[in-house]
C-alpha cells in the first residue's frame, strides 16, 4: 500500500510544471531525432553510396563532439548562472538542422548536418540537467529525473516506430520522412523557448569564477568523484544497444522485425524509469535501487551471453531495458545530489563527457571480442564489467547522498 501511495497520482502533481516541459521537450527532440537516425545509416549507404566505414565514422565523431560540448556548456552555465540560453540555443540548433537532411544532395552536408546536430546535443545536455536540479523539489528529485527519462525515452521508441509506418505509407521515401520529422524537432524547441522557465538564483549562491579552473574542480566532493567512477566502470559494461540488435539478428529475428528489439527495451525503460526514480527518493533508496539496477544487468548480460532462440534473446533485451530504467535517470539523481548548486552545470558535463568516452571504449572493445571470439564472450565481458561495478559500489558502503538537504542544495 505504501508502495502504491508513492507511485499515484499526488506524486506526479507534485513535480513542478518545469519538469513536465523539460520531458516533453526531450519527447518531441527525440522523436525528430530517432525518425532520422533510424534512417539515416541506410541512406547513406543504399541512396548516397557511402560506406559502412563512412557510417561509423560519422556517428564516431558525432558522438566524441557531442561529450566534449557537454563540459564546456555546463561550465559555462555555471559562469553565465543560466541554465535555460544554453539549452534553448542547443535544441535550436537541433531543430533548425533537420531541414538539411531531406536537402541534402550529398553525404558531406549530411555530414555536416549531423555534426551540428550533435554539437547542439552537447550544448543543451549539461544545463538541461543542472536545470532539471535546480527546479525539482529535492525530496522529489529522483522522480523528476525519473520522469524526464521515461519522456525522453517514449520519444526513443515513438520516433522509429513512426519512421517505419511512414516509410510503408510513402513506398520508401525518405526526403518525406526527413522533413516530417522536422516538425517534432521545432515543436521541442518552442517548448523549450517559451513553456520552461528558470527559477531565480538563490540569493547567497556562490558566483563560479572559471568553472573549468582547477581551484573549481577540487569543490566537486568525493561523493561526485565516486559516482563518476561506479558509473565509467559499470558503462564498460553498458556496451552500445547496436549489439542487441546484432544479437537478435544472430539468433534468427526476422531483418524486418529487428528493429522490434529496440522499441521493445525502450518501451520497457520508459515503464521503468519514473517508477525507479520515486523508489529512489525515500531513506535509503539511491543505493537500493543502484544494486538492483547492476544485478539486473548481469542477469540480462548472461541470458543474452547464452540464447540461443529468439525467446531468450527477448528475455534478455526485456532485463536490459529494466536494468537502463533503474540506472539511467538515477545516476543523473546522484550527480545532482552530490554537486554543489552552483558547479551542477560542471559535474553534468564531467559527468557526461567520463561516460560518453566510456561507452565508446565500450562499444570498440565489445565490437573486438565479438568478432574474434563471438557474441557470448562479449556479454560475458559486460557481466563482468558490471561485476566490478557493483563490488565496487559496495565496498564504498552502498554510497547514497542524503536526500533532502544535501550537498546539491544551494541556499533557500
Do not use: C
Not at 105 to 129: E, T, Y
Amino acid at each position: 500500500m505504501a508502495l502504491a501511495g508513492r507511485l499515484d497520482l499526488a506524486t506526479l502533481r507534485q513535480i513542478p510544471r518545469g519538469i513536465w516541459a523539460l520531458g516533453l521537450v526531450s519527447l518531441f527532440m527525440d522523436i525528430s531525432s530517432e525518425m532520422i537516425h533510424a534512417l539515416l545509416p541506410i541512406y547513406l549507404v543504399t541512396v548516397l553510396g557511402t560506406s559502412t566505414l563512412t557510417v561509423g565514422i560519422i556517428e564516431g565523431i558525432a558522438e566524441a563532439t557531442a561529450s566534449i560540448t557537454k563540459v564546456f556548456s555546463g561550465a559555462l552555465s555555471d559562469w553565465l548562472g543560466k541554465r535555460k540560453l544554453l539549452a534553448v540555443i542547443g535544441y535550436g540548433l537541433a531543430a533548425f538542422t533537420k531541414p538539411v537532411f531531406p536537402l541534402a544532395a550529398s553525404a558531406g552536408w549530411l555530414v555536416a548536418a549531423r555534426f551540428v546536430d550533435r554539437v547542439g546535443k552537447g550544448i543543451r545536455g549539461a544545463p538541461r540537467d543542472a536545470l532539471v536540479a535546480d527546479i525539482a523539489p529535492a525530496h522529489l528529485r529522483g522522480a523528476s529525473f525519473g520522469l524526464r527519462q521515461s519522456l525522453d525515452t517514449i520519444g526513443a521508441f515513438v520516433g522509429p516506430a513512426l519512421a517505419i509506418g511512414l516509410m510503408l505509407l510513402t513506398a520508401n521515401d525518405f526526403t518525406m520522412v526527413f522533413w516530417a520529422a522536422a516538425v517534432p524537432g521545432f515543436i521541442a524547441f518552442a517548448l523549450m523557448a517559451f513553456a520552461v522557465r528558470e527559477p531565480a538564483r538563490p540569493k547567497g549562491l556562490r558566483r563560479v569564477r572559471f568553472p573549468l579552473h582547477r581551484a573549481e574542480i577540487r569543490r566537486l566532493p568525493a561523493a561526485f568523484w565516486i559516482v563518476v567512477g561506479v558509473s565509467a566502470v559499470f558503462t564498460m559494461a553498458r556496451f552500445s544497444e547496436a549489439f542487441l540488435v546484432l544479437k537478435a539478428q544472430e539468433v534468427g529475428f526476422p531483418i524486418a522485425l529487428v528493429p522490434a528489439i529496440m522499441v521493445v527495451m525502450n518501451v520497457v525503460y520508459a515503464l521503468a524509469a519514473y517508477p525507479a526514480g520515486v523508489l529512489s527518493d525515500g531513506p535509503g533508496g539511491r543505493g537500493r535501487v543502484l544494486v538492483v539496477g547492476l544485478g539486473l544487468l548481469i542477469a540480462a548480460d548472461l541470458v543474452l551471453g547464452f540464447a540461443g532462440s529468439v525467446v531468450m534473446t527477448a528475455a534478455g533485451v526485456v532485463l536490459w531495458g529494466l536494468h537502463m530504467g533503474l540506472t539511467q535517470g538515477l545516476l543523473s539523481t546522484l550527480v545532482a545530489d552530490a554537486a554543489p548548486a552552483e558547479l551542477r552545470g560542471t559535474a553534468f558535463g564531467i559527468f557526461n563527457l567520463v561516460s560518453g568516452l566510456a561507452l565508446l571504449v565500450a562499444s570498440l572493445v565489445a565490437g573486438l571480442l565479438w568478432d574474434e571470439m563471438g557474441s557470448r564472450a562479449t556479454f560475458i565481458a559486460g557481466a563482468g564489467f558490471t561485476a566490478i561495478a557493483l563490488a565496487g559500489f559496495l565496498a564504498i558502503g552502498r554510497y547514497s547522498p542524503p536526500v533532502g538537504r544535501g550537498a546539491g542544495d544551494g541556499p533557500d
